[in-house]
């Protein structure tokens, strides 16, 4: 059976890092899923007044999230956190009240940036957000990735062996994660 998984690059950046990471991933992942990336670039900031009337930014983020059966989130970290853009989109798709886009989807995270400890304490935090909106995550194995210079290219080929095993390995857990949360949670 295959599986659409909706990935959120969380940086802006048409440079970033892990959007290079994304690509390796979707090269990695096995055939039983298919990507669509899930853009939040165009999002205005998220205020409660909207919830009476979704922009269609809004609304087009929602049904994005809708025609997928899982989403990963692929994020750097800024000052110990997740990327503000990121948070916003989560803050849209998760609003108005009652229409939580990302209730009972599958969800997985990993990250990359050039210091030691990668992303680890901005997919904690990610982590808690995710679990406030009912998303059941893929809690191991967790990838903090150190990106140091070629070890992916632009294309999204890993050139570091044990790495590409690692991702190999995190996208198998990840396609055979979503399968068993949707034979348990169908959804509608």
Request: glycine fraction near 6%; charged fraction near 20%; aromatic fraction near 10%.
């Amino acid at each position: 059976m295959a599986y659409t998984v909706g990935y959120f690059i969380g940086s802006l950046s048409q440079k970033s890092i892990n959007r290079t990471l994304s690509k390796a991933l979707i090269r990695l992942a096995p055939d039983s899923l298919a990507f669509e990336e899930i853009p939040i670039k165009d999002l205005p900031l998220y205020n409660h007044d909207f919830d009476a009337d979704y922009p269609p930014e809004g609304r087009a983020l929602k049904e994005a999230i809708e025609r997928v059966d899982a989403v990963l989130f692929v994020t750097p970290e800024y000052n110990r956190d997740i990327p503000g853009a990121l948070k916003n989109a989560i803050d849209w798709a998760s609003r108005p009240w009652g229409t939580n886009s990302f209730n009972r989807k599958p969800s997985a995270i990993i990250g990359t940036s050039p210091g030691k400890i990668g992303t680890a304490v901005a997919q904690q935090n990610l982590r808690g957000v995710l679990a406030f909106c009912n998303s059941p995550q893929m809690s191991a194995p967790e990838a903090y990735l150190q990106f140091l210079p070629g070890l992916i290219t632009e294309d999204g080929e890993v050139t570091d062996p044990s790495t590409e095993e690692f991702l190999r390995h995190f996208m198998d857990e990840f396609a055979l994660f979503v399968e068993r949360v949707l034979t348990v949670l169908p959804r509608p």
